[in-house]
């Protein structure tokens, strides 16, 4: 499934949130407190009343946009998520969080899911010591995710690593072995993430 390219800046002011917390897209929020395009300072971020299928949509795509992946592939998760016991909105937030290069994202590895994926996909990260390149790989309780040799000594590596301060509690991050292992499963509400899942839910419900 095909990473998303485009600028990321432009899509975080369409929905006037942001959904990458690092200090350029800050920057930019805040200096274009306004959706783009030729009109877009003739608009606010929420103008006008949106339709129930317009705010599902939005939400839906703020989601996909979080953790990089396609409509068909979210989609499927969100079919995985329906099956599983416990509500569905929660499963179908797991089942993003514990995606390979998400986690690698989130253990400060890579300093964007973009490059995290790239990481990925490059065959630079390893689970339980064996080189894995696919980005959607569900990463179990106990895996231990590093990265090769070559990469623990990149000097980007270090520098993103050093940057991360708190980490989500389901993940234990040691610094020193650029490694991390997935503690549990996450449970509700540590997931942090500006989406109403719940919007995603009936989205994707309308379609069954």
Known sequence: MASYHGPKAKQQRRFGT??????K???ILDSRAYPPGDHGKEKSFRGGRR???????????????IYNVRERQ???YYKKAVLMPGATGINLLGLLERRLDNLVYK??????????RQLVVHGHVE?????????SYQVKPNDVISLSA???KNVHVVEWIEQIAAYPPYLSVDKDNVSATL???????EIQVPVEIQLVVEYYNRLT
Not at 107 to 116: D, F, P, Q
């Open 18 to 23: 942001l959904l990458v917390p690092r200090p």
């Open 51 to 65: 339709s129930d299928y317009g705010l599902q949509l939005d939400e839906k795509q703020k989601l996909s946009f």
């Open 183 to 189: 503690l549990r499963t996450p449970e509700e509400g």
């Open 150 to 152: 070559k990469m623990k």
């Open 107 to 116: 253990a400060g590895l890579g300093a964007t899911i973009w490059a995290a």
């Open 127 to 135: 689970v339980n010591g064996s080189r894995l390149d696919l980005p």
């Open 25 to 27: 897209y800050s920057r």
């Open 74 to 76: 979210l989609r499927n």
